[in-house]
């Protein structure tokens, strides 16, 4: 029989050749597929070449030529340099500089080995002194396997949970490496003489890790793990613990024999009998066999997500946002964005027209977000398949429902933007949370998809459980808004009534002509005044606009302008001939709004611009100010929600109150605004033509407010 020593020389070139051919493949690999931006492929490339000439040197020379293990050592160098370019893939390279002086010594010792060799060649060899370098030689390895393993160890302990993707791999490949040298040298020290078939199978080794390396180096790859099925995991565990068993029987029986005697030989039947007993007790107990399963489930399986501690999480910063000013749909962001590691989000929130509106953004101000971030074909999409957009494929032109004609430009010129996930509530669309490229590279898979997915759903709960308190509230200021204007409009018709029958008594019972000219005159005057503001006051609410006739939209601007004369400057810029189909008084009081709103946030001497154009079918008034500006959350949260004010006292429906004005004569209202520059409001409004159009069956404008 043939021992281990006596088929090392034969199987020793074999794997030598075994491994020039996989680490010379390894190079090829990461150089044509590797990915380009790793810190590392440089120093990757450099060990797999230098480990496929050292195979290649060990095959045709032999392990312990005096070339070969020169080249061994650059090989080990290589090594070295690749853990320090790890430690830069995870940013740490500047911050960790205690790690140097490491690296610089593991330099140092393995330069030792070529000055070793040297002297082995200088000075005149005895049995003594080949075994004195024999063992620096051992401990010199010794000493670089251990300093390298823990550098290995201390890259990915403390590496953050995003980042060991990128180190898996490598990691397991440089620690495979180091750790058999661990194990070789070890066994040669203590032996004294290198253990021929661990020497002979160091090169297949060698090469089968640089396999896992070039595995490491590409990013697709990089992602990749062993996930084991829990049927397979649970035999090979008890495989694992039968071994065991057995092995533990082996020894304790061999050991008994060491002892021998009669006592000896009675302790190993007793031990047999209980080992055989102990097994036919413990082997077919479900206990034991439902501990195993738990304990290699919770040990052994290690999904992406701890979905425990995200569901924590996310529940904790719906909750409680880190600061007392982070807004609900702010904190609604940052939740669902924490769960991928992404670094920053958007909120799309669908309006009256299904059009999804910026409403709040986390950690994103460099982004421009449109004043319709998405037409009602997407939410539409969204709503219909529930489906999570991959931006990355959408980029790349792969369709899965038709998404590639529906999501916009902006969002694919975004290279920052990663994927689109609906909030989804009982089957309508609340909601679209844009998430943020992580900041390492990585595709979306099956686990993100699912998590994601159920997340959405929950926040869209939330979500649409926020909105329908904010209606609740609306109604009830609304009632009181009602209670308080019955009063007002009581006492209006009561002063109505009395100034009418103050007039017709005046008519008759006055006796100086002229005073009961200029009485009359009054009086009637301030009758109609009334009893016009009483029609208004009973108008609200109606919906509809009562006088629809042509107007000419300049000058009703005009008219604005000069109301505000010795106010506030309110400059008419332009004045293209155009009229509209409207209520001119209706009209004036909603431009009479916006200007007064423009006014109370620009300075004394910035003035406020009206801009009258012809748009097409539609004319259009621009209300343009040079004040504070709002936030797109402001606009669609805000500024037309009744009851909002910042007016002591005040009723907060200005901007309401325009708005729906508009909409009653088949207008819109837009706005544009930016913080720190301004604001813009739009009202536009059909030409005759298109009202024609509108009353034969063609399309109205749809009604609708922007946000920029």
């Not at 009998?273 to 399963?293: C, D, G, K, N």
């Not at 460099?366 to 957009?389: D, F, K, M, R």
């Not at 004609?405 to 689109?420: H, I, K, N």
């Not at 004010?645 to 930016?674: D, H, N, P, W, Y």
């Amino acid at each position: 029989m043939v021992g281990a020593s006596g088929i090392a020389p034969f199987i020793a070139p074999f794997c030598m050749v075994t491994g020039a051919v996989l680490a010379f493949g390894a190079l090829v690999w990461i150089a044509r597929f590797g990915d380009r931006a790793r810190p590392d492929r440089e120093a990757a490339m450099a060990a797999s070449g230098l480990t496929g000439l050292w195979c290649v040197l060990g095959a045709a020379l032999g392990p312990d030529a005096p070339v070969t293990e020169l080249i061994a050592t650059a090989r080990n160098l290589a090594f070295i340099a690749v853990i320090f370019r790890l430690f830069s893939a995870d940013g740490r390279d500047e911050s960790l500089k205690p790690i140097r002086p490491v690296l610089l010594a593991l330099v140092l010792v393995e330069l030792l080995q070529p000055v070793i060799l040297a002297l082995e060649f200088r000075v005149e060899a005895t049995r003594q002194l080949e075994a004195v370098i024999f063992e620096v030689s051992a401990i010199l390895s010794l000493l670089v396997a251990i300093g390298a393993l823990m550098l290995l160890h201390n890259l990915y302990a403390g590496a953050a949970a995003a980042s060991r993707v990128v180190l898996r791999w490598s990691g397991i490949a440089l620690a495979g490496i180091f750790a058999y040298d661990l194990n070789l040298f070890t066994i040669a020290y203590l032996g004294g003489e290198s253990p021929d078939l661990l020497v002979a199978l160091r090169g297949a080794f060698a090469g089968a890790m640089m396999g896992v390396l070039a595995v490491g180096a590409n990013a697709r790859g990089a992602s990749l793990q062993l996930s084991p099925s829990r049927a397979v995991t649970f035999q090979t565990l008890s495989l694992l613990l039968i071994g065991s068993y057995l092995l533990v029987m082996v020894l304790v029986t061999r050991s008994l024999a060491l002892v021998g005697g009669d006592m000896a030989r009675t302790g190993q039947v007793a031990f047999l009998v209980l080992a055989i007993v102990a097994a036919v007790i413990w082997l077919p107990s479900e206990r034991v066999r439902a501990w195993i399963r738990v304990m290699a489930a919770k040990h052994l399986f290690q999904h992406r997500y701890d979905y425990r501690a995200e569901w924590l999480r996310f529940t904790r910063t719906i909750g409680c946002g880190s600061g007392g000013s982070t807004s609900f749909h702010t904190r609604a962001v940052k939740a669902i964005a924490d769960i991928t590691d992404s670094p920053a989000g958007l909120l799309l929130v669908p309006n009256e027209e299904a059009q999804l509106e910026l409403t709040a953004r986390w950690n994103w101000p460099t982004i421009e977000v449109p004043a319709i971030a998405g037409e009602y074909g997407l939410s539409g999409l969204l709503e219909q398949h529930h489906h999570i957009l991959d931006l990355g494929e959408v980029r790349a032109g792969i369709d899965h429902h038709g998404e590639l004609a529906q999501v916009p430009a902006w969002l694919r010129e975004a290279e920052d933007a990663w994927a689109l996930v609906p909030l989804i509530h009982f089957e309508r669309l609340v909601g679209a949370i844009v998430l943020g490229r992580p900041r390492t590279m990585r595709q979306l898979d099956w686990e993100d998809f699912d998590l994601l997915r159920v997340a959405g759903q929950q926040l869209a709960s939330y979500l649409a459980e926020q909105a329908g308190q904010q209606a609740l509230m609306d109604a009830s200021r609304f009632d009181e808004f009602n209670r308080r204007m019955a009063f007002v409009m009581h006492d209006i018709k009561n002063l109505a009534s009395q100034m009418s029958l103050l007039a017709a008594n005046a008519e008759k019972h006055a006796d100086n002509p002229a005073f009961r000219a200029d009485m009359l005159v009054t009086l009637r005057k301030s009758s109609e005044k009334l009893t016009a503001l009483l029609a208004r006051l009973g108008r609200y609410g109606a919906g509809q606009a009562q006088e629809m006739r042509p107007i000419d939209l300049a000058a009703v601007a005009k008219g604005v302008a000069e109301r505000f004369a010795g106010v506030h400057p309110v400059v008419l810029t332009r004045e293209e001939p155009v009229e509209i189909v409207g209520d001119r008084e209706q009209l004036e009081q909603a431009l009479i709004h916006l200007v007064q709103n423009a006014v109370d946030v620009s300075e004394k001497r910035a003035s406020v611009h009206l801009d009258v154009v012809r748009d097409g079918v539609m004319g259009r008034i621009d209300v343009v100010d040079s004040g504070t500006g709002m936030s797109p959350e402001f606009v669609r949260n805000s500024l037309f929600k009744p009851f909002v004010s910042s007016k002591q006292g005040g009723f907060g429906i200005g901007a309401f109150e325009a708005r729906e004005m508009i909409r009653a004569m088949g207008g819109r209202l837009t706005v544009e605004s930016r913080e720190g520059i301004g604001s813009r409001f739009s009202v536009t409004l059909p030409v005759p033509e298109a009202a024609r159009l509108g009353d034969a069956g063609g399309p109205d404008p749809a009604p609708q407010n922007e946000v920029a």
